[in-house]
C-alpha cells in the first residue's frame, strides 16, 4: 500500500457532524484524475456520498481508510485558490464547508445527472486506432452513446484511456439533468470535396435537380462550413437535398456540441476604446498602475451617474486582457440589461461569458465551462459571478458596489465585496468599486485610507445636472390636494408630455404597497399567518401576502368588527396609473413592478417599448431607479421619497439618499436638459434635503457621525441571530438562554442587545425574535467569537426551534432563520 496518497473530501452533507475533511485513499486507477477541487464519489457509512477534495494530508494513517469510489469530472471544478476560499467563507459567514463549495459551482453540478459519452465530432477522419481505444470506439458507433459506467465495462477500457480521448477530441463527455442534456447539438454541413470535383459531379446531375445543382453552386463559392438551418432558408431547400448530397459523398454533415449563447442572435457592434477625458484619464492611471505592477489595490471609485465609469472599466479590462490575465465584472441583476451587455460584447466579443439569472441550468452550466476551460477571459453577471473560476484574476470590477443584491441572503449569506477583497488579494487583483452613491461603510474605508479614492465628480462632455424640487406634501393636503400628485408634479407632467418628451415616475415598493383598511375599527387584513398587511392586488381582486403567498378574496365585511366599511390605502403602482389615467386622460404609461414582470423577457420587452416611444410615462419600482439612460426622459418625479425612512433599520437614511440620488440621475442625461420633483413628508430630513442639493460629502459625513455616535458599522460589526418557533413562550425561554449563554462569551467590545421580537414578528406561523451582537473586530478575518456561536447553535437541542446568524446583514428586517 505504500506510495498510495491520502486525500481529504468535504462531504456533500450540510450537517454540524460532517462538516470537515474526512480521509480517503486515492486508488491508483483514479491517481491522475484527483486534484485539489475534484468532485469525487466516497463511500460514507453505508452511503456514497459527492464529496469535493480539499487537499493531501501528509500524516496519513492508511489504517481503516475506505478508497474513492469515482472521480466526477474530467476537469476539476474547482480551483485550489476557490477552495481555500470556501473555507474561509465557512468560518466568517458560519455555514458549512460544503455549503460554502456548493456556491461556488453551477447548479447543474449539484443535482443528479448522467455521465454520456458519445464519438466526437470529426473523429472518423483520425486514421487508425487499435485495443481497448478500438472497443471503445466499435461500442459506440454501434449504440451512439454510452454512459460512462457502460463504458468501463469494456474489456480494457479505463478512466485514463477516456480522458486521454476526451482531451484529443475523439470523445465527447456530456453531462445530462434527468433527460434534458445540458448540451446542446447543431448540425453544420461543409463540402466533403474539392471544389472541382463539386463542379463536375454538378455536371453530371439530371436536367430537373435544380435543388442539388444550386447546393452544389454554393459549395463551389463558398468553402466553409455552414449550419445546416441557416443553408437552407438561404437556398430555400429542404433537408432532404442535402441527404442526398450526404448520400453521394459531396457534402459532409456533422453534429456539433454548441453552447447556447443567450445572446445569440444579436449582433454586438464592434466598439472602440475612446478617448478617456483628462479625469477619466486620471482614474484610470489609478487602476492600471497597481494593475501592472500585479499589486493587489481596491480603488472607490466614487462617480456621478454618467461620469464614464463603465468606460474606465472596459479599457482597464483591455490592459488586463493584454497581460494574459482575467476580468469579472459584476452588476447588480437589475442592471444586467442587454444595453449593458452590448457595452462588454460589443468591445470584447466572444471573449465574455454572461452569466444572469435569466439562464436555464443549462445555460449557465455552458457559460461557466467556458470559463473554467479559459475560452473566455472576462466574466460578467450578478452576485455569484464573484466566484468566477478564473486561474489568474487581475481585475475585479464591482459596478454599484453599494447595492444590497451582493448580499446573499440565504446560505451561505456572504456579501460579495468581502469575497471579491478575499479573491484579489490572493491573486495580488485591483478592486475597482464603482458607484455614484459608496456605501457608509465603503466611504468610510476609502476616507480613512483603507482603500484608495478616485472620484469623478462631472458628467461626460460637463451636462449638467438636473434642478431638484422637493415638495412637501403636508403643504398639499393642509391646501385641500388630496391627490397622490403635487400641483407640481401634476403641472410638470402635462408640460413634459405637452413638450413631446418622456417621464419616470418612480414609487417605492416597500411598505407601500396597497393594503385594505376598517374605517370604524382601524385594523388592517392581515396574513394569518404572518404578522404583515396582506396587499390588494386589483388585477384579480384579491388579497396577498408578500411572505408566504397566502391569497383570499377581498372580505366585504371586517374580519376584526364586521363593519362593512372597508377601504383601500396606500399607493401601489396600480393605484397611481388608475389616478394618472383620471387626472390625465389619453396619457400613455407604461407600467414595470413584480406584477407585470413576472415573465420572462417581460422586463425587457417593456424597457424597449418605453425606449422607442411607446409610452409618455414609465411607472415603477426600484427596478426603474438604476442603469436605465433613455434620451427622451426630461421629468423624473419620485412619488413619496419617505417611505423607506421609516423602516426599523440604521440603513433607512442611506437607502433613502441613494435611491434618490440614483433616480435623479434618470433625468436630462443627454443633450436635453432635465428636472426632478421629489415628494415628501419629510422634506427636512437630512438625507432627502442632501440628495435633493446633490450634497453627497455632507450626507456621508453626517451619517458617519451618526453611525458612530449610535454604534453602528462602519463602527463596529455586527451579527445578528434570528430565533424562530412554532411557540411563542418556548422562543422566549429559548431567547433568554441564548442570551445568557452569550453574554459572558462576547468578543473585543461586544455589545448585546436583545433578544426582541424581530421586525417581522411572524412568519408563516413561526414566531420570530432576534438578538443583536455588535463588536469590534474590523478585519475580514473570521474572529474566536465564531466558535461560541457554533458551539450555539450545536447545542440546540429542540428540532423546532430555528436560529439564523448573518454577519453584517444590509438589513435588520430580513435576514432568514435558516
Ligand atoms: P457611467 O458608467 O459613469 O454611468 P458611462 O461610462 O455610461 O458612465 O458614460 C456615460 C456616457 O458618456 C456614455 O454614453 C458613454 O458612451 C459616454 N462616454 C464615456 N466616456 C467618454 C469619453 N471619454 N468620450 C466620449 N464619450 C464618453
Ligand atoms: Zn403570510
Ligand atoms: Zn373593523
Redesign the pocket.
Known amino acids: 500500500m505504500s506510495g498510495e496518497r491520502v486525500a481529504s473530501v468535504v462531504v456533500d452533507v450540510a450537517a454540524e457532524a460532517t462538516d470537515k475533511p474526512f480521509d480517503y485513499l486515492v486508488p491508483p486507477e483514479l491517481e491522475e484524475e484527483v486534484a485539489i477541487g475534484s468532485r469525487v464519489k466516497v463511500p460514507f457509512g453505508p452511503r456514497k456520498l459527492v464529496g469535493y477534495v480539499v487537499g493531501f494530508p501528509a500524516e496519513r494513517d492508511l489504517r481503516h481508510l475506505k478508497p474513492i469510489l469515482d472521480v466526477m469530472d474530467l476537469t476539476p471544478p474547482l480551483t485550489p485558490e476557490l477552495v481555500k476560499l470556501a473555507r474561509w467563507m465557512a468560518r466568517v459567514y458560519l455555514c458549512p464547508w460544503i455549503t460554502a463549495l456548493q456556491a461556488m459551482v453551477p447548479a447543474v453540478l449539484k443535482g443528479k445527472y448522467r455521465r454520456v459519452l458519445r464519438l466526437g465530432p470529426g473523429f472518423v477522419s483520425e486514421g487508425f486506432i487499435a485495443g481497448a481505444e478500438e472497443t471503445l470506439v466499435r461500442a459506440l458507433q454501434k449504440k451512439g452513446e454510452l454512459s460512462l459506467k457502460e463504458a468501463l465495462e469494456l474489456e480494457g477500457v479505463s478512466r485514463s484511456l477516456v480522458r486521454r480521448m476526451a482531451e484529443k477530441g475523439h470523445l465527447v463527455v456530456e453531462e445530462r439533468v434527468g433527460d434534458r442534456t445540458t448540451r446542446k447539438r447543431q448540425t453544420w454541413i461543409s463540402p466533403a470535396q474539392p471544389a472541382a470535383v463539386l463542379r463536375e459531379a454538378a455536371g453530371k446531375l439530371p436536367k430537373n435537380a435544380l435543388r442539388q445543382r444550386e447546393m452544389l453552386h454554393f459549395f463551389i463559392e463558398h468553402r466553409e462550413d455552414i449550419l445546416q438551418p441557416a443553408l437552407l432558408s438561404r437556398l430555400g431547400a429542404t433537408k432532404s437535398t442535402v441527404d442526398r448530397l450526404v448520400d453521394k459523398g459531396l457534402l459532409h454533415r456533422e453534429e456539433r456540441e454548441t453552447y447556447r449563447d443567450p445572446f445569440a442572435g444579436r449582433s454586438f457592434e464592434k466598439t472602440e476604446p475612446?478617448?478617456?477625458?483628462p479625469a477619466?484619464e486620471s482614474v484610470f492611471q489609478k487602476i492600471v498602475a497597481p494593475l501592472r505592477e500585479g499589486r493587489h489595490r481596491t480603488v472607490l471609485l466614487h462617480?456621478?451617474?454618467?461620469?464614464?465609469?463603465?468606460?474606465?472599466?472596459l479599457q482597464a479590462i483591455t490592459e488586463t486582457l493584454n497581460q494574459g490575465r482575467q476580468a469579472i465584472v459584476l452588476v447588480p441583476e437589475i442592471s444586467l440589461t442587454p444595453q449593458m451587455v452590448k457595452?462588454f460584447k460589443g468591445r470584447f466579443g466572444g471573449r465574455v461569458a454572461v452569466l444572469h439569472s435569466g439562464l436555464s441550468h443549462g445555460e449557465r452550466y455552458d457559460e461557466w465551462r467556458k470559463i473554467r476551460t479559459g475560452e473566455v477571459q472576462v466574466a460578467i453577471g450578478a452576485r455569484s459571478a464573484v466566484f468566477a473560476p478564473f486561474p489568474d484574476l487581475g481585475l475585479l470590477v464591482i459596478?454599484e458596489e453599494h447595492e444590497n443584491s451582493y448580499k446573499q441572503e440565504e446560505q451561505p449569506r456572504y456579501h460579495a465585496r468581502e469575497v471579491a477583497r478575499r479573491r484579489c488579494a490572493e491573486h495580488g487583483a485591483v478592486l475597482v468599486m464603482?458607484t455614484?452613491t459608496p456605501s457608509v461603510e465603503s466611504y468610510y474605508r476609502a476616507r480613512v485610507g483603507g482603500y484608495d479614492w478616485a472620484q469623478?465628480t462631472e458628467?461626460?462632455?460637463n451636462r449638467p445636472f438636473p434642478p431638484v424640487e422637493v415638495v412637501d406634501l403636508r403643504e398639499e393636503l393642509r391646501s385641500g390636494n388630496r391627490s397622490i400628485f403635487s400641483r407640481s408634479l401634476k403641472e410638470q407632467l402635462q408640460a413634459c408630455v405637452d413638450r413631446g418628451d418622456q417621464a419616470v415616475l418612480f414609487l417605492n415598493r416597500r411598505g407601500f404597497s396597497t393594503f385594505v383598511l376598517c374605517r370604524e375599527c382601524g385594523e388592517s387584513v392581515e396574513c394569518p399567518h404572518c404578522d404583515i398587511s396582506l396587499t390588494y392586488h386589483r388585477t384579480n381582486q384579491t388579497l396577498r401576502c408578500h411572505y408566504c403567498g397566502y391569497t383570499r378574496q377581498v372580505p366585504r365585511e371586517c374580519p376584526s368588527c364586521g363593519s362593512s366599511h372597508i377601504r383601500y390605502f396606500g399607493t401601489g403602482t396600480q393605484r397611481v396609473e388608475e389616478e394618472l389615467a383620471r387626472t390625465m386622460p389619453g396619457l400613455r404609461v407604461i407600467r414595470m413592478d413584480v406584477d407585470t414582470t413576472r415573465r420572462k423577457g417581460a422586463h425587457e420587452r417593456l424597457l424597449t417599448a418605453f425606449g422607442k416611444g411607446k409610452a409618455d410615462v414609465l411607472l415603477g419600482t426600484q427596478m426603474i431607479a438604476k442603469g436605465l439612460?433613455f434620451p427622451g426622459v426630461t421629468l423624473v418625479g419620485v412619488i413619496a421619497a419617505d417611505t423607506m425612512l421609516h423602516l426599523p433599520d440604521f440603513r433607512a437614511a442611506e437607502r433613502t439618499f441613494q435611491l434618490l440620488t440614483q433616480v435623479s440621475?434618470r433625468a436630462g442625461?443627454h443633450d436635453k436638459p432635465g428636472r426632478v420633483v421629489i415628494q415628501t413628508y419629510s422634506p427636512e430630513h437630512y438625507s432627502i434635503r442632501m440628495a435633493a442639493e446633490q450634497k453627497a460629502e455632507s450626507f456621508y459625513r453626517e451619517e458617519c457621525r451618526l453611525r458612530k455616535r449610535l454604534r453602528y458599522p462602519p463602527f463596529c460589526r455586527l451579527f445578528t441571530l434570528l430565533f424562530s418557533h412554532p411557540d411563542r413562550v418556548k422562543l422566549m425561554q429559548a431567547g433568554s438562554r441564548a442570551a445568557r449563554f452569550l453574554a459572558p462569551r462576547l468578543p473585543e467590545g461586544g455589545e448585546l442587545l436583545g433578544p426582541v421580537s424581530a421586525p417581522i414578528p411572524r412568519i408563516k406561523d413561526r414566531y420570530r425574535i432576534q438578538i443583536i451582537i455588535k463588536y469590534n473586530n474590523l478585519t475580514d478575518e473570521p474572529t474566536g467569537f465564531v466558535e461560541t456561536l457554533r458551539g450555539l447553535k450545536a447545542g440546540l437541542k429542540d428540532p423546532e426551534l430555528r436560529l439564523g446568524i448573518d454577519r453584517d446583514g444590509v438589513s435588520l428586517s430580513a435576514g432568514g432563520d435558516g
Open positions: 475612446l478617448s478617456l477625458t477619466q462617480g456621478v451617474t454618467g461620469s464614464g465609469k463603465t468606460e474606465i472599466y457595452r459596478d464603482g455614484a469623478l458628467r461626460v462632455h439612460d440621475g442625461r
